[in-house]
């Protein structure tokens, strides 16, 4: 596609209940990131893949949280038991490569609540 | 720590000049992003700086000094469309992109 997609671009969950958000890259793009933003503030880094590995973790919040990229190309961010507090933006973006001149593109975003 | 630091909110004048500065503490320097983020929507890339000196691009431009962990975000002829977030981005020496929280600019007639 032309740009990275996300989906859904909104969902609404009842606390306890499992979600999949789903990253679609620039096709080619080498390396995916997830953050979450909350409204007035920057990303904030969750995980990010190499391809289908993922390159490190060391940003989600708990171990209700996890990441899978299995053939290197779409990404799924699973919050299982949601809780209210991790209502936020969570936001999908790809590069070229990882390393050095790395501009990321990013995704529209999924708008997550959770009641 | 690693820490980005930027002013919260701005306010500018159509058609006049404003500088947003950043600076940064982080563990190694890789490179230093400038991004634009209309509310509602995702960021947008504007500049990478990695060298010290000025980087021009139309009516942005973007400043480095590595000594000195500063950079800003020069944005000339305001216009109305120009009123967004600008968040700034340093790519430490893990490779990760530190983020700052962004400065709100509000461009008024």
């Known amino acids: 596609g032309a740009g990275v997609s996300q989906s859904p671009r909104y969902k609404v969950t009842k606390r306890g209940q499992d979600v999949a958000l789903r990253c679609d890259p620039i096709?080619?793009?080498?390396?995916l990131y997830w953050y979450r933003q909350a409204l007035g503030q920057g990303p904030e880094f969750l995980t990010y893949?190499?391809?289908?590995?993922?390159?490190?973790k060391s940003g989600l919040p708990n171990d209700r949280f996890s990441a899978e990229r299995p053939e290197g190309s779409i990404s799924t961010l699973t919050i299982q038991r949601t809780e209210q507090r991790d209502s936020a933006m969570y936001r999908c973006?790809?590069?070229?490569?990882?390393?050095?001149?790395?501009?990321?593109?990013f995704g529209p975003g999924t708008r997550l609540t959770v009641l | 720590g690693q820490n980005i630091d930027q002013p919260t909110e701005m306010t500018a004048t159509e058609g006049a000049i404003v500088q947003i500065n950043c600076t940064y503490q982080t563990s190694g320097f890789n490179g230093l992003f400038w991004y634009q983020q209309h509310a509602g929507e995702a960021p947008t890339f504007l500049s990478y700086n990695v060298l010290d000196g000025l980087e021009e691009k139309g009516r942005f431009s973007s400043f480095l000094s590595r000594s000195k962990g500063y950079s800003y975000l020069l944005l000339k002829e305001l216009q109305m469309k120009d009123s967004a977030s600008y968040l700034c981005?340093?790519?430490?020496?893990?490779?990760?992109?530190?983020w700052g929280a962004g400065t709100k600019l509000i461009i008024k007639p």
């Open positions: 893949f190499n391809y289908e590995a993922q390159q490190d």
């Open positions: 096709s080619g793009h080498v390396s």
């Open positions: 973006a790809s590069s070229l490569a990882g390393e050095g001149y790395n501009e990321q593109f």
């Open positions: 981005a340093v790519i430490d020496s893990n490779y990760q992109l530190i």
